[in-house]
């Protein structure tokens, strides 16, 4: 399959650069997926929300808000002793500065009809689902907002993984609605069934992101600087 014959391991650099070259290409293409939700014109998921209300906020384009935002949670995720990966800095990046090349090449224009709206924003989702097993084959880490379900999960064992994922969710469209961002159908679209279509979208690429293991930092460091044998990746 074209997954297998695109994952390698992060034993060697040259292995590092094609997977950092193959995720980046990824979160590229997550971001135009990202870009077809908003041009939708009917509401944006819930990250989006607050993306744009903070961008609103404080006068600044969407990939400025979107990094701010992914710092932060960097520095949270560190905070709870999450691993960090190179993937999580190209994440950050990435995706944000893709929504901006976006707007400035205005590819798709903001539709003015629900159900053209819907369409744009159920294809946007499905590039979502489907670059983010791309960008997780890589093995290089995972991205922040994953990160920190991940470590809240973690440590609330108890609270079951879905209603963790919809009280992140209903705090962030809050904080992006009180700060002006955009609430419509598209929300609801993006709060119920972007699960549902990532896990369509890995299985059409017969992808388990549960047995890729992703690469912490320090890791990757000790490959690239021939620190560390061939098969003894250092992998979490």
């Given amino acids: 399959m074209l997954l297998k014959a695109l994952t390698k391991p992060n034993d060697t650099p040259l292995h590092i650069l094609f997977n950092v070259l193959k995720a980046s290409v990824g979160l590229m293409l997550y971001g135009f997926g990202v870009y077809l939700t908003i041009q939708a014109g ?6 989006d929300t607050f993306h744009i209300g903070l961008s609103n906020t404080l ?19 560190i905070l709870m002793k999450e691993p960090i990966g190179i993937g999580m800095i190209l994440d950050a990046i990435l995706v944000g500065k893709a929504v901006d090349l976006c707007n400035w090449l205005d590819i798709i224009p903001a539709q003015t009809n629900i159900f053209a709206g819907i369409g744009l924003m159920l294809v946007g ?20 907002r994953d990160t920190l379900l991940v470590a809240l999960i973690k440590r609330f064992r108890k609270v079951p993984i879905g209603l963790v994922s919809i009280m992140i969710l209903v705090i962030v469209t809050l904080l992006g609605w009180l700060l002006g961002g955009p609430i419509g159908i598209g929300t609801l679209i993006g709060a119920f069934l ?16 549960a047995k890729i293991k992703h690469q912490p930092i320090l890791g990757t460091f000790k490959v690239l600087f021939g620190k560390q044998k061939k098969n003894d990746s250092d992998v979490q």
Avoid: K
């Fill in 194 to 209: 972007t699960g549902p279509i990532m896990q369509f979208a890995f299985n059409i690429a017969h992808f388990d992101p």
């Fill in 42 to 47: 009917i509401g944006v998921s819930p990250w």
């Fill in 59 to 77: 006068g600044v384009i969407y990939g400025t808000a979107f990094i701010a935002v992914s710092v932060i949670l960097i520095i949270i995720d």
């Fill in 125 to 144: 989702l499905f590039i979502e689902g489907y670059m983010q097993h791309l960008y997780m084959s890589a093995g290089l880490g995972c991205g922040p």
